[in-house]
């Protein structure tokens, strides 16, 4: 059975937006993927930096990895993508769930994006829809639409390893909100459900960790037994009602993420900041009471 294949998974964690970048690589070749990568953005100053990603290069290059994919789990709204410096420096396809251009056509009116940003996804190089399939050396990637944090969210299962996106998090710290534009509790309900009939021994990987209230550690890696047990969302069978109700009453409590402005502008664009202007400036736009 594939879910047997063990992919070796390094996890690169950026304490300043609680994100794990993943490298996946081929146990049998050199063949790898990186997920949901940083591209490091101090807000009040508007300066980018590239050290997280610097990092993952740095064990690509050592490793002798050949990257053959870039992924997205979703567009991310707490940190940039760092997609295309990576891809410009190791190379990879950038991939992402094909309902980006449902997220693309919403934030393209929030941020007042005139008709030269393209709707149709075509930043990306693959779009991936439901059960569709992609190779990583000898590894076969399969894909699971996962919506409810976002429209586009998606599982990618490759060998035992199941990258969730934002979908779960560690089962002390539960599941993501979903609030946001295009945002559906009892979706996510059903995706995690989705998740959870994979087999008990898959290797879940999570997006982010906030360190749950008595843990000292951060910690990125669990089980879909571990989560179907002891997940405080949905672990132990909750009823579909109840998680609701308690995600969107504990959604109204939340603050929009820091860099939730800088980072939707330039994810939609597949990583790319907004075109520059006649004098080779770039600006991101802050929408007044518009999320």
């Not at 970048?21 to 300066?47: E, H, M, N, Q």
């Not at 060998?159 to 559906?184: E, H, W």
């Not at 898959?202 to 008595?214: E, L, Q, W």
């Amino acid at each position: 059975m594939e879910h047997q294949v063990k992919p070796l998974v390094t996890g690169f964690f950026d304490e300043a937006t609680n994100t794990v970048t993943y490298v996946l690589r081929d146990p049998g070749s050199k063949a790898a993927a990186i997920i949901d990568s940083v591209l490091d953005f101090d807000y009040s100053s508007g300066r980018t930096d590239t050290r997280s990603a610097d990092a993952v290069i740095a064990h690509v290059k050592a490793e002798g990895l050949d990257v053959e994919w870039i992924l997205e789990t979703h567009v991310h709204a707490d940190h940039l993508s760092a997609a295309p410096y990576i891809q410009e420096r190791i190379g990879g396809k950038i991939g992402i769930g094909e309902k980006i251009t449902v997220v693309q056509d919403t934030f393209g009116k929030v941020f007042n994006e005139g008709t030269e940003f393209q709707r149709d996804g075509s930043q990306f190089d693959r779009l991936f829809g439901e059960s569709d399939t992609f190779g990583i050396g000898a590894l076969e990637g399969r894909v699971m639409h996962t919506p409810g944090h976002t429209p586009a969210c998606l599982t990618y299962v490759i060998g035992d390893a199941a990258f969730v996106g934002d979908t779960l998090f560690m089962p002390d710290y539960g599941t993501a909100r979903c609030d946001f534009p295009g945002g559906s509790a009892e979706a996510l309900y059903h995706s995690i459900e989705r998740i959870l009939t994979l087999p008990d021994e898959t290797r879940i990987f999570v997006c982010h960790d906030y360190k749950a209230p008595g843990r000292e550690e951060f910690a990125w890696e669990t089980t879909v037994a571990e989560e179907r047990a002891r997940n405080v969302h949905v672990g132990g069978g909750k009823p579909e009602a109840e998680f609701v109700a308690m995600r969107e009453a504990r959604d109204k409590t939340l603050g929009m993420p820091r860099l939730i402005i800088p980072s939707l502008q330039v994810n939609m664009r597949a990583g790319q900041m907004p075109p520059q202007d006649k004098d080779g400036k770039t600006f991101l736009k802050v929408p007044v009471n518009g999320l």
